[in-house]
């Protein structure tokens, strides 16, 4: 009984917020109209306008408001001292469901960029090893196979440059599905 009654709460909440919103494009709605219907100079229209951006301002977040809660993640404070932060955060900043996708986003797009990095250190890497390079680029040879062939200094760059890549690969892959453990 006491479970329905919250679920029929919570119903309810969210039915305030739709009708907070339609409630505020009614509002806009007025405005737009009282600004096409009055008779205002250019003065009043631009003092109106720098006060509207200003009011717009205030209510979207940047990504570097958010990037306070990223000191969150800091594994020397303790529990409760990240508990009390957070409370601190939400408590400052009112969050909605935009910031925090537009927040997400631009995490994926830096792991998947970081990803495109890897690969291409990779390919980097295995041409290097692959492709012929002139006796002048090869530096010096470090063990020898035959008289002709062997290890190179510049080989050894080129899998360094490729276990970079890979690190890189693998550490962006982790840190994707770590955000993102649904998708």
Known sequence: MGSEKRIKNEI?????LDEAKVSAEKKLDELIHLLDNSKL?????????IKFNEAIERKSLS?????EFKK???????RL??????EKLLSKYKLDSNDSS????????????????????????????IMPAPPYFEMFTIFYFSQNDGVT?????????????????FN????????????
């Not at 990504?63 to 990037?67: E, G």
């Not at 962006?172 to 998708?183: C, D, E, I, M």
Request: proline share 1%.
């Open 12 to 16: 309810r909440k969210f039915q305030e």
């Open 41 to 49: 100079d250019s003065d009043s229209i631009e003092k109106l306008h």
């Open 63 to 67: 990504l570097q408001d958010l990037d």
């Open 72 to 78: 969150l993640d800091d594994n020397s404070l303790s």
């Open 81 to 86: 001292e990240k508990a009390d932060d957070l």
């Open 102 to 129: 537009r927040m997400i986003s631009a995490d994926k797009g830096s792991g998947i960029s970081l990803m495109i990095l890897a690969v291409l250190l990779i390919l980097l890497g295995f041409a290097m090893v």
């Open 153 to 169: 200094l510049m080989d050894l760059i080129a899998l360094v440059i490729i276990f970079t890549g890979v690190y890189l690969f």
């Open 172 to 183: 962006s892959l982790n840190n994707l599905k770590r955000t993102n453990p649904h998708g």
